[in-house]
């Protein structure tokens, strides 16, 4: 069955699941099957890709307006989802037609931190989330296991209010030799930390994989488990006094060891190879930094992994491993939310920089590395205006590109596009540095 999907799925090019919707889940089933989840019009839909290639959805209920998809996976029961409700006041966990209301009934003044899932060997969820008083900024780590039959039991993880933090904590279960763990992230009063606990007798313990001077953790924090136990982590943190969101991946295997690998995006995947860890991520420029009013963002998704970063055409809104070496992907552009596989990580790249010249003009130009020939779209962009397309230019021999253009506006950014042929993927380089 895997190879068969595999083979269905591989040479697809991109093939837009939700028209539209610019954010979602992704999960990859044991089998290689593919679901995509993500809310429309107050709807939980989940698709999944059939055997011919099309997308098949399914309305999974109703949600509140205002809550937020927070975690999806895929087992052998199918996919599983969780809706964070309005306000982070409770949690809704979807598993075919069973819904399981989780932290209800909250006091006043206590809210959720941004929650895990993780699914056990026999596809039944395991939910990891944290409460969190503001007042006091003191939190309480949960962990939360549903049965076959729906029923749900809550463990304690830490008490005593510990640790503070001045954002609601989040937090991620996964599975170490058979055994849950959770990690969790936080800062207070100009400290951050990231803490692995594992069970210890009848009670925790925790272990540090990261900590420093920091403000707070920002999304969600995603874990997953790697070859030998090693326990990989990233997440986005606030440096406040820098001005950066920087990326951290942790890694806790003989040795335990953390390092930023950018320094301002939003964590949206995180992907266990048999090469290492790959993070997804996504990288900014705001309407603001480029002198314009309003507050639209030109987005630029991001893949770190193995010492290299490629960049793609717009929101990266998941990434996940796919059998025998493959990488699924789901992309937010104009259309909506588009789906690609590819048979090998995404290992393009490519490169844009622009000179304005005294008549007017401005040259751009740039490389693809990786590439096997074709064009390159070049568009102009200002966030929160649609994109203009310039034109196309020629990949030379070495992969690079020229094209002269006379923009009626400024300041304005260029974005480079070259769509590989075999998977679909558009990779993509944004100008940082506007011209004006």
């Known amino acids: 069955m895997v190879a068969a999907a595999l083979a269905l799925a591989g040479g697809a090019s991109a093939q837009v699941v939700a028209r539209h919707v610019q954010d979602g889940e992704l999960a990859v089933a044991p089998t ?52 964070l409700a309005p306000e982070s006041r409770g949690l809704v966990v979807v598993q075919g037609r069973r819904r399981t209301q989780l932290a209800a009934g909250l006091p006043a003044g206590v809210s959720l931190g941004w929650p895990g899932l993780k699914l056990d060997s026999r596809g039944l969820p ?23 039959r729906g029923r749900v039991n809550v463990r304690n993880v830490t008490s005593g209010g510990f640790p503070k933090s001045f954002v609601a904590p989040p ?6 030799g058979g055994r849950v763990h959770v990690v969790e992230s936080y800062g207070a009063d100009g400290a951050v930390g990231t803490i692995e606990w594992h069970p210890r007798k009848h009670g925790w313990a925790g272990q540090y994989i990261d900590g420093g001077v920091g403000d707070y953790p920002v999304g969600p924090l995603l874990a997953a488990t790697g070859a ?34 950018l320094n301002r995006a939003l964590t949206t995947g995180l992907a266990v190879t048999r090469a290492g860890p790959e993070v997804a991520a996504n990288e900014w420029l705001s309407a603001d930094e480029l002198g314009l009013p309003g507050s639209a963002v030109s987005w630029a998704g991001s893949v770190v992994g193995h010492g290299r970063r490629v960049e793609l055409d717009g929101w990266l809104a998941d990434l996940a491993a796919a059998p025998r070496g493959a990488r699924d992907l789901l992309l ?66 070495d992969g690079s590109f020229s094209l002269v253009d006379r923009p009626s506006a400024r300041p304005l950014l260029y974005r480079a596009i070259y769509t590989d042929a075999a998977s679909g993927i558009p990779y993509a380089a944004l100008l940082r540095q506007p011209v004006t």
């Not at 309305?59 to 199918?78: D, I, M, R, W, Y």
């Not at 937090?171 to 170490?176: G, K, R, T």
């Not at 990233?234 to 953390?258: D, K, M």
């Open 32 to 83: 290689g099957k593919p679901y995509v989840a993500y809310i429309r019009s107050s709807k939980l839909r989940i698709a999944s890709r059939a055997a011919n290639g099309r997308w098949l959805t399914q309305q999974a209920g109703s949600v509140t307006p205002g809550a937020a998809l927070v975690a999806f996976e895929a087992g052998k029961l199918g996919p599983v989802a969780v809706i």
């Open 126 to 148: 395991v939910i990891a989330y944290t409460r969190w008083r503001q007042s006091t900024h003191e939190s309480v780590l949960v962990l939360a296991r549903i049965d076959k």
């Open 171 to 176: 937090a991620a279960p996964l599975f170490v």
């Open 228 to 261: 030998g136990g090693t326990v990989y982590a990233a997440w986005t943190e606030a440096l406040l006094g820098t001005g950066e969101l920087p990326v951290t991946l942790a890694v806790h295997g003989r040795s335990i060891q953390s390092n930023f690998v």
């Open 332 to 397: 937010a552009g104009p259309a909506g939310l588009s789906w690609f596989r590819s048979p090998r990580p995404p290992q393009i790249r490519v490169s844009v920089e622009a000179a304005a010249t005294g008549t007017g003009a401005v040259v751009v130009s740039g490389r693809v590395r990786g590439g096997s020939g074709g064009n390159v779209a070049i568009v102009r962009e200002r966030p929160g205006s649609p994109r203009e397309t310039v034109g196309t230019a020629r990949l030379g021999a």
